[in-house]
């Protein structure tokens, strides 16, 4: 009986870690698809490119985590800007845009994960963690690391609601995503605030890539599984809602560490599938559907 | 009657040319690349009559290979029955769990929905086929699978699969100039009124769906009694990725836009072997630049040389 207690524990300790960073990366999805209705099949490799900036700069440019983990982020801004002006926009604009947009993210991903394959190889690379050392709490064990985890993910949670909720660009994105006509007649740029969106969106996942790499590890492929994770949050959490993608990331995370410590980690995929399908059939709004940003 | 123009008399010339290819030249190798150009065409019409012309943007066709695929050979080597009675079962299995799991879940709801199901669908895939490893024979993938007929040549295999090639085609031109066909015409140029006049989208999509997964894992079928064996490979991102090219390059929502895609990436694939690693780089680059610059694909280009051809005949007169 207390071996279940025990390990039951520790699968709760090990789900909100995973749980946590899930909801970072699943933000990012979220916000895009909130705003500009653009749903990023190149997700994935975003976070992992927020990774491999961060681990280039460490190891090449011989900087220290944070201050390589902040250029990281800022570089992942631009190129979220940039991208969105010079193939999205156009795009968005010619008919049948849904699925050229799908396509194309896709597309686009492949072709820089197999760049970034091809720049540094297949091997694993790893990002060193915040902080070393762990602790014993009864008979579970801690790493610092892990709690840093947790606390970076709620500050960055915070400092995302307070972009949304307070600062001008937020309260636009806001906007657009409840009432984009409406929007418009109140004088807001759909281009620029979609284009910012992105571009935020495209910086939290980046960072959240980041984060990832710490806990785990990381190669150029691994991003696909990031993303089906992110896809099924994003759907259980409701399309579009913030809060929501949150609470999904956290149950989903939990429900993945009972899973591994019980029928072992090949089961995660089929499992995952299947939540989406119940999801489907039960909820297809979501935990928070109809609610927005 | 349409008037005879150069397209037609185009595509009438290379289907005498594929027909008789085999008695004039046969090259074993270049029959080898003609079969598999036959039956990726028909994966890619297939997927493209569900992205195209229906609008469901499924991303997991290939899964849906694999399973008629796998199902046709496990029981074609398993059970010794007739590989011809396994491909047919092999296509139903995949259209009763695909409609099943995928379509009758997603349909329902919004175009992303289907995208994310299926492209779930298609990954979770691998995992079951190595954790089910003595059937389906896990990473290693399934050898030794019977072909059509003991003693099948390749020249044989050549004219079954191109039977097989034109009848998926006729079937597709069937379904496009059906009722079904037009149901989704109506339904693109307004939901309202196509609805209000009795078209019902969800029933209309089911069945276009349960269509495509049967004839796709029906091609799976004939793949694997081809080639001989079947490994979770099939499902990585290179025949997906591949397929995509064909659809795009192509022309996406065309009858013979994927034909053509199909011809030009199965034959360029060759070349880009050379390419290596960078092979799966340059075709996403290759989709990305399709969608940007030239979204009809190689249709569109066909049908601007038409019009120039046609206005220069106008302007001698």
């Known amino acids: ?293 | 009657m349409t008037k005879l123009n150069w397209k037609i008399i185009a595509v009438a010339l290379a289907m005498v040319g594929v027909a008789v290819y085999p008695l004039a030249h046969g090259d074993m190798y270049i029959m080898h690349i003609f079969i598999l150009f036959f039956i990726w065409s028909t994966v890619a019409s297939n997927w493209n009559l569900l992205m195209g012309v229906a609008g469901i943007t499924s991303l997991g066709n290939i899964g849906f290979l694999a399973v008629g695929g796998y199902m046709s050979g496990i029981l074609a080597k398993q059970f010794g029955w007739s590989p011809w009675g396994c491909m047919i079962l092999g296509g139903v299995a995949a259209m009763v769990l695909v409609t099943l799991l995928v379509g009758l879940p997603a349909l329902r709801l919004s175009g992303i929905y289907i995208a994310l199901l299926s492209l779930i669908f298609a990954d979770s895939l691998p995992t079951i086929l190595t954790q089910t490893r003595t059937i389906t024979g896990g990473a290693m993938g399934l050898h030794d699978i019977p072909p059509f007929f003991e003693g099948m040549t390749r020249m044989q295999a050549y004219y079954i699969v191109f039977v097989f090639f034109m009848a998926m085609h006729a079937m597709i031109w069937w379904i496009i100039h059906s009722s079904t066909g037009l149901a989704f015409v109506a339904l693109r140029d307004s939901r309202e009124f196509a609805s209000a006049l009795g078209v019902s989208e969800y029933r209309e999509k089911i069945k276009v769906f349960a269509m495509v997964s049967f004839m796709t894992g029906l091609s799976g079928g004939f793949y694997v009694h081809y080639l001989g064996d079947i490994s979770p490979t099939t499902l990585g991102i290179e025949p997906f990725l591949l397929t995509i090219a064909m659809m795009e390059l192509g022309g996406i929502g065309t009858f013979m836009g994927p034909v053509l895609g199909a011809a030009i990436i199965v034959f360029g694939n060759e070349f880009l072997r050379l390419a290596g690693t960078l092979r799966l780089a340059i075709l996403g680059g290759l989709i990305c630049a399709t969608i940007l610059f030239f979204p009809g694909g190689f249709i569109q280009l066909i049908g601007w040389i038409d019009n120039r051809l046609s206005r220069g005949r106008k302007n001698e007169r």
């Open chain 1, 1 to 293: 009986m207390r071996c279940i207690i025990k390990e039951l524990i520790n699968a709760f300790v090990s789900g909100t870690i995973s749980g946590s960073l899930y909801a970072l990366m699943a933000l990012g999805l979220t916000i895009v698809y909130g705003v500009t209705h653009i749903f990023n099949f190149g997700h994935g490799i975003v976070a992992v490119s927020g990774g491999y900036f961060t681990w280039l700069f460490i190891s090449r440019a011989g900087m220290g985590l944070i201050p390589a983990t902040v250029v990281a982020v800022a570089v992942m801004f631009v190129i979220g800007l940039i991208l969105y002006r010079t193939t999205l926009n156009p795009l968005l604009n010619t008919e049948n845009w849904e699925f050229s947009v799908i396509i194309f993210l896709l597309g686009l991903g492949i072709l820089w994960e197999n760049l970034l394959l091809q720049t540094f190889g297949p091997r694993v690379k790893d990002i060193p963690k915040f902080l070393s050392g762990r602790f014993k709490l009864g008979f579970v064990r801690i790493n610092y690391h892990e709690i840093a985890l947790i606390v970076i993910v709620i500050l960055s949670v915070v400092v995302l609601n307070f972009i949304l909720k307070k600062t001008w660009f937020g309260q636009a994105m806001r906007a657009v995503a409840q009432d984009m006509d409406g929007a418009r007649i109140v004088g807001i740029n759909l281009k620029r605030t979609f284009g910012v969106a992105f571009a935020l969106a495209t910086a939290v996942t980046g960072f959240s890539g980041v984060l990832l790499a710490t806990k785990y590890y990381m190669t150029p492929h691994i991003g696909w599984d990031w993303m089906v994770k992110g896809f099924v949050i994003v759907v259980f959490g409701g399309l579009g809602s913030a809060t929501g993608a949150v609470y999904a990331a956290f149950i989903l995370g939990l429900a993945e560490a009972v899973i591994t410590l019980y029928l072992g980690s090949m089961w995660v995929w089929p499992i995952w599938f299947f939540m989406f399908l119940i999801i489907l059939l039960i909820r297809p709004q979501g935990l928070m559907g109809g609610r927005t940003l």
